[in-house]
């Protein structure tokens, strides 16, 4: 089953705009992970949180975690044509095992 | 680094066939995970392994299921008496002990 929910399920934006993404979860967490999906192709790790930290960048993504609600949100800035694709929170709740959300499909419009 | 490999991509088979997957991890990662992905819903994870060692085999892996890793290499996963509902993206994955899981790009098994 689901770990938790994604937010918007489908989100469609033009190019260079800022795409947001927000992910919930159910039970305590070792850490956070979010993976990209391009159609027909396997996932790629974009970027870990630890339970401990609040907020992490790398290049234009930027996570930020609260453990407190139990939420995770992803900001992809200046958005191209490539990022199109569907995003996945993951969840590890040990020995990683990885519990993913249903994902976010998102569509930058060139 | 050659990435995780699956073979085959596609398989289309009758319902009640046999089918078997495998999967070539990173040749340095201890750990390979297999995951099942339906239509629109993210991966739900099946079992993994940590070397040749069978660690966790989740509820949805029922007994027609079977994988197996022998000597800590590749690894197949087997389907007996295929059923529809066995229609899926079946994905292996791999990592060092800590480190984030690096995915194939999957087998997508069609069952007539």
């Known amino acids: 089953s689901q770990q938790g929910e994604e937010d918007p399920q489908a989100l469609s934006i033009q190019e260079g705009e800022n795409a947001t993404m927000n992910c919930s979860y159910k039970t305590s967490i070792n850490n956070l992970q979010w993976y990209r999906q391009n159609s027909g192709r396997g996932l790629v790790h974009l970027i870990l949180i630890r339970s401990n930290e609040r907020e992490k960048h790398s290049g234009r993504l930027r996570v930020t975690l609260d453990t407190s609600k139990k939420s995770s949100s992803l900001l992809i800035t200046a958005s191209r044509a490539a990022d199109t694709a569907s995003y996945f929170c993951?969840?590890?709740?040990?020995?990683?095992?990885?519990?993913f959300g249903q994902g976010t499909r998102l569509t930058i419009n060139p | 680094d050659t990435g995780v490999s699956q073979d085959p991509r596609h398989k289309i088979t009758k319902r009640g066939q046999n089918v078997t997957f495998r999967c070539d991890p990173i040749s340095e990662h201890n750990r390979l995970y297999w995951y099942r992905q339906t239509l629109g819903q993210g991966p739900e994870f099946l079992t993994y392994?940590?070397?040749?060692?069978?660690?966790?085999k989740s509820r949805l892996l029922s007994d027609r299921f079977s994988a197996e890793r022998p000597k800590g290499s590749f690894s197949t996963l087997e389907i007996q008496r295929t059923e529809q509902g066995d229609s899926a993206m079946y994905l292996c994955?791999?990592?060092?002990?800590?480190?984030?899981?690096?995915f194939g790009d999957g087998t997508r098994l069609s069952i007539l």
């Open positions: 993951a969840t590890d709740e040990g020995a990683q095992k990885l519990v």
């Open positions: 392994f940590q070397n040749e060692a069978q660690l966790e």
């Open positions: 994955a791999s990592s060092q002990l800590s480190q984030p899981q690096h």
